[in-house]
């Protein structure tokens, strides 16, 4: 067994680029001292801690601009232009429902409603665009639609309300 790791130690001192330096330290056994430069060479100076102070500080400024990114599609995504309410769901038949709501608009303003059925699994059946105002004296509307469905709703909704450009 000696004589294997002799001669794998002699083999290893025969490599051109000394990237490793075998030694034995009592015949039996073999361990390897890499020498920093190969390091170095192979896999690049090792980080200083101003790198890597550098590194987490630009993580967190993008995780930041990512975040304020985030909730600012939330927000425009989620907000209605005009404020209107949802006051009451009736059904006429089974392809039909009325949805009464009111929408509070500026004085000499009008708006574009947006009205849904939905069927038992909540997909959407029908939809109607309802155009509302201008109001003269600013008080809210009290608006009510029909909206028909291409097949049996169970549920219909006031989706939202827009300012109508003018």
């Given at each position: 067994m000696a004589g294997q790791i002799v001669a794998l130690v002699s083999s290893f001192n025969?490599?051109?680029?000394?990237?490793?330096?075998?030694t034995t330290k009592d015949?039996?056994?073999?361990?390897?001292?890499?020498?920093?430069?190969?390091?170095?060479?192979?896999?690049?100076?090792p980080a200083t801690a101003g790198g890597r102070r550098r590194t987490v500080i630009l993580?967190?400024?993008?995780?930041?601009?990512?975040?304020?990114?985030?909730?600012a599609i939330a927000w425009w995504a989620t907000s209605d232009d005009v404020p209107a309410r949802e006051i009451s769901v009736r059904k006429i038949d089974e392809f039909q429902r009325e949805v009464t709501f009111t929408v509070q608009l500026p004085q000499g303003r009008s708006a574009v409603c947006m009205v849904e059925s939905f069927n038992d699994m909540f997909g959407q059946v029908g939809a109607v665009s309802v155009d509302v105002g201008p109001t003269t004296d600013g008080e809210p509307l009290l608006v009510s639609a029909v909206v028909t469905s291409a097949e049996p709703a169970?549920?219909?909704?006031?989706?939202?309300c827009t300012y109508a450009s003018n």
């Open positions: 025969d490599v051109s680029d000394n990237s490793l330096r075998p015949k039996t056994a073999m361990t390897t001292d890499p020498a920093p430069n190969a390091l170095h060479a192979r896999y690049g100076a993580l967190v400024v993008l995780g930041i601009l990512a975040t304020a990114g985030a909730i169970t549920a219909a909704r006031l989706r939202g």
